[in-house]
Nanobody, 125 residues
């Protein structure tokens, strides 16, 4: 019904930058929230940055404390995309990053949550 396709990620040195992108497609009536989570080895998946609110109203962004001031999430309402600009990366940012979307799907009564396949970000010298 809805697919999330991620791009970006890779290997970067500490202090470097990366940009992740995610595009949603399918039977989308409205995207209520869209953003990023991450999961490091041996740890639970955690929120990184999620933009909430309807796609037509702009909404607001919730960031994990650990990334505030370094990461910036942005959304293109017309293209159903979300990006994550990651600056001043640290080794502890190493994780698989997952795109997330909460979507009102055409023909369905209740909103559903969707996840991308994940993209690896490794911060190492």
């Amino acid at each position: 019904q809805v697919q999330l396709v991620e791009s970006g990620g890779g290997l970067v040195q500490p202090g470097g930058s990366l940009r992740l992108s995610c595009a949603a497609s399918g039977s989308i009536f409205r995207i209520n929230a869209m953003g990023w989570y991450r999961q490091a080895p041996g740890k639970q998946r955690e929120l990184v940055a999620v933009i909430t609110g309807s796609i037509t109203s702009g909404g607001s962004t919730n960031y994990a404390d650990s990334v505030k001031g370094r990461f910036t999430a942005s959304r293109d309402n017309a293209k159903n995309t979300v990006c994550l600009q990651m600056n001043s990366l640290k080794p502890e940012d190493t994780a698989v990053y997952y795109c997330y979307a909460a979507v009102d799907v055409v023909g369905l009564l209740h909103p559903r949550q969707y996840w991308g396949q994940g993209t690896q970000v490794t911060v190492s010298s």
